[in-house]
């Protein structure tokens, strides 16, 4: 079984702070996601990456950025956290091509006041 | 519009009956997956298919790619089944999986 590690799994910033939440794999998976899961709206992409050194912009990446400094870990930074980026964010890993499976973290609950 | 699309929504069952989850695609998928989040949070793997079925228990999922869907059968629905149940595919042969908004399980006694 995929082993998919986040960190914090529980946070509270403040409005115009800075917030990274770092996610690490030990199954040597090419690609990682975050997502995030607001009520009403299910799972939504935010960025991805294909390997160390890529990243992807997803379908909602606006005030986020990620990085993939190597094969294992996967971070996604909000530079200036909004309210509105209350949420939980989920990290996944999965084999390359896209057709691989998905294996998701435990999720980390990040809330903006 | 909605690229993978779920029905029903919200689902109520007694326990020991059965029941079928469905999935829509908008999109050219070619692989589904489906996880069931349970009421801790966790996402948990359930099936990653290929045009088929696979079964696993009391559950049982087919993915018909030509016809653009997938369902997931439940049969002999026990209280732990209860929860969300999420369907996902490849958007475009990309790395990008899209998920459906998900069904909302609950078995009662």
């Known amino acids: 079984e995929a082993a998919v590690t986040q960190s914090p799994r529980n946070k509270v910033a403040v409005t115009g702070g800075k917030v990274t939440l770092s996610c690490n794999q030990t199954?040597?998976?090419?690609?990682m996601y975050w997502y995030r899961q607001d009520t009403g709206h299910g799972l939504r992409l935010i960025h991805y990456s294909y390997g160390a050194g890529s990243t992807e912009k997803g379908d909602i990446p606006d005030g986020y950025k990620a990085s993939r400094p190597s094969q294992e870990n996967f971070s996604l930074i909000l530079e200036l956290a909004t309210p509105s980026q209350t949420s939980v964010y989920f990290c996944?890993?999965?084999?390359?091509?896209?057709?691989?499976?998905?294996?998701f973290g435990e999720g980390s609950k990040l809330t903006v006041l | 519009g909605d690229k993978v699309k779920q029905s029903p929504s919200a689902l109520s069952l007694q326990e020991g009956t059965n029941s079928a989850l469905r999935c829509n695609f908008s999109?050219?998928?070619?692989?589904v997956q489906w996880f069931l989040q349970n009421p801790r949070g966790s996402l948990i793997n359930l099936f990653y298919l290929v045009p088929g079925t696979k079964e696993n228990g009391r559950l049982k999922s087919a993915f018909d790619s030509k016809e653009s869907y997938s369902t997931l059968h439940i049969r002999d629905a026990q209280l732990e089944d209860s929860g969300t149940y999420f369907c996902a595919a490849p958007q475009g042969g990309s790395a990008k999986l899209i998920f459906g908004e998900g069904t909302k399980l609950t078995v009662s006694s």
């Open positions: 199954n040597n998976h090419n690609n």
């Open positions: 999109i050219a998928a070619t692989t």
């Open positions: 996944a890993s999965g084999d390359a091509g896209g057709n691989g499976q998905l294996y």
